[in-house]
């Protein structure tokens, strides 16, 4: 065992796979579950595209949380690992007609529904099963987050949501429909979000909405603030866990709730981006002009997130305690792009060597892909492995 890893547990697994640490996910889990219970009528849905490993779903649903889904896939998934269908959240731009069935079949909590033609149909579909379906309105809040451009949300220039001009209008053509009622409003800004000063801009828009519409009589019973809370990156021992209280606090005593008002939150990346390693091998150390490569067996197709978004993970070699060399660290797919980190730190490696790449548990497994015709990393838990 070297640091957080039971290696000696690696030996008759296939490389590349997931290693999700269940201990520190039960941990996070824990501080949610209290951070929640210290505010009045707070839900949280975990948002489900981050990872969808299902022995990481059923230990998320034990502790009580709701789901936040983007397909029929992620409804499935969600419903498969025992969230309760009032309890399941449906967004996304581009709903198929037999997703917003599914979600109409099992009695879903809401769909979070961003334009006008999505709204027709829905009161279609809905009508024709003779049902009402709850709604929310995903608003665009046209708020900046600091955050990587391809992952930011909440700009009028994203395909995000309704403008802020046309809400109010869009939830009249709600009210005249008979199979849909509307309930709440969602937002959402962007993810990797460290700055509590932008939560408080997403707030400030809230508090705006909520007066303007109390002005117009417009009742709204949910708000929903999406996710975005970031991780640490840089320090995956260190800070294991978000700062949920910060996070939770900043938000809570910003929004002005009106009378029986409930908050929603969809953090995806902050409860389980900590928890999972990408664990895979080293097949060749080779010499270059300048440098020297560690070539994994893990590519860009197990782990896509530094060649589409240039993200830092952290690099340990956990077979070697020899003294540190730097090397480039790449993967074996037919791309210049896949590169893991380049002048990484490591202790001094040669073949067979087992390397985690850390804070790989959101956006990893699930975002895998079979380019090169390369097989589906496999995931595992703590508890898999016992
Ligand atoms: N709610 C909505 C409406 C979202 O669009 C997202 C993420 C979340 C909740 C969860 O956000 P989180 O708490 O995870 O930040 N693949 C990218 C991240 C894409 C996030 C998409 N939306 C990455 O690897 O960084």
Redesign the pocket.
Known sequence: MKGVFPVGKFADLQTPFYYYDTRILRQTLEVIRQETNKMERAVVHY?I??NANPQVLRTIREYGLGA?C?SGGEIKAALQAGFSPDKIVF?GVGKADWEINLGLEHGIFCF?VESIPELEIINELAAAKGVVANVEFRVNPDVKAHT?AN?T?GLAENKFGIALSDIEKVIALAQQMEHVKFIGL?F?IG??ILNMNDFAALCNRVNELLEQFEKHHIKVENINV????GVDYQHPNRQAIPDFQDYFKTINSLIRRREGQVLHF?????VVAQCGSLISKVLYVKQGTNKQFAILDAGMTDLI?PAL?Q?YHKIENISSELPMETYDVVGPICESSDVFGKAVDLNQTKRGDYIAIRSAG??GEI?ASQYNCRALPKGYTTEDLL
Do not use: C
């Open positions: 948002a595209k981050a936040d983007v967004a979070n990587h992952i949300t969602h959402h993810s990797q999406g996710g975005g809370l969809e953090p995806g990346r902050s997130r978004y993200a959101a956006y975002m």
